[in-house]
């Protein structure tokens, strides 16, 4: 079982950053994807940012790229997600995902793909 425990949400003014995190619990398999997800009120679930523990691919979504940057302290075993240049569309709960030995070694950031999550934490952008 992996436990995630999401932080760093908070109010912030656009053209802000914050950095979120994502403590996780030590995986069993040397094969794992950990990924941010974020879910707006009335929106569906957004992949934001993906990385493949095991080969150290990285995938962003189409509208955080260039101001997003995902990345991981394997002795503490979280996950962080640098935010910059934040826009009021950023607004909404971050949710960190993750999934042990997936088919095929293979990481997406489809929600679907993946079997723990977090609690989620608040971003809250301002215009």
């Known amino acids: 079982l992996v436990r995630l425990v999401e932080s760093g949400g908070e109010a912030v003014q656009a053209g802000g950053s914050l950095r979120l995190a994502c403590a996780g619990s030590e995986f069993t398999h040397s094969r794992a994807c950990m990924a941010w997800f974020r879910q707006a009120p009335g929106k569906e679930r957004e992949g934001v940012a993906m990385l493949n523990i095991d080969s150290g691919t990285i995938l962003y979504g189409d509208r955080v790229k260039g101001r997003f940057t995902v990345s991981r302290d394997n002795a503490k075993n979280t996950l962080y997600l640098q935010m910059n240049s934040l826009r009021h569309e950023d607004t909404a709960m971050y949710y960190c995902?993750?999934?042990?030995?997936?088919?095929?070694?293979?990481?997406?950031?489809?929600?679907?793909?993946?079997?723990?999550w977090g609690q989620g934490t608040q971003v809250t952008v301002s215009s």
């Open positions: 995902a993750a999934i042990e030995d997936p088919r095929w070694g293979i990481c997406t950031l489809f929600d679907s793909h993946y079997n723990y």
